[in-house]
């Protein structure tokens, strides 16, 4: 309710239609303005980049068909038939934005021993990674290809 003076009119009859109009303005553009930082708040957190180990763990695929199951507890699985079954498996660490893989278990091609070491870069559902240091032909071949979520059919 509006209050009234001492000759009886309230607030609002005594402003003029234009300032009227200029308050309804200002709340106007202060609701466009933050509407927009809103927005740009919501795109700035979208495009974020994950880091660090909760940026690696999940079930990824590669374009070859490759699933990764890679754990928080530091293990992974590799179905490399896409039969469902893990035919690798290992154990990972992080440091900052790089990860050494070893291969603990499952098939052992030439030259896949020891450790594999990348660069990774997650930006919202792909992660892609970068050789570092790797003897693995076959591990290179998979780890390199860009990982999207795995969502099983």
């Known amino acids: 309710m509006a209050s009234k003076d001492v ?5 609002l009859e005594k402003l003029t239609p234009s300032a009227q ?3 309804m303005k200002k709340q106007v553009s202060f609701r466009i303005v933050l509407a927009g930082v809103v ?8 495009m974020f980049q994950e880091s660090g180990k909760s940026a690696v763990v999940g079930t990824w ?8 199951a890679i754990r928080a507890d530091g293990t992974f699985d590799v179905d490399l038939k896409h039969h469902g079954k893990r035919d690798a498996w290992g154990t990972y660490t992080v440091q900052d934005d790089q990860i050494t893989i070893q291969r603990t278990g ?15 870069n997650r930006t919202g559902d792909t992660l892609q990674f970068t ?8 591990r290179q071949k998979n780890v390199l290809q860009p990982w999207t979520p795995w969502k099983k059919k």
């Open 21 to 23: 109009h200029r308050g």
């Open 106 to 120: 499952g098939v052992n091609p030439k030259g896949c021993s020891g450790p594999g070491v990348y660069k990774f």
């Open 61 to 68: 695929t590669n374009s070859l068909g490759t699933v990764w």
């Open 39 to 46: 927005i740009a708040l919501l795109g700035a957190c979208a």
């Open 7 to 11: 000759t009886g009119s309230s607030l």
């Open 131 to 138: 050789l570092v240091s790797d003897k693995c032909k076959l």
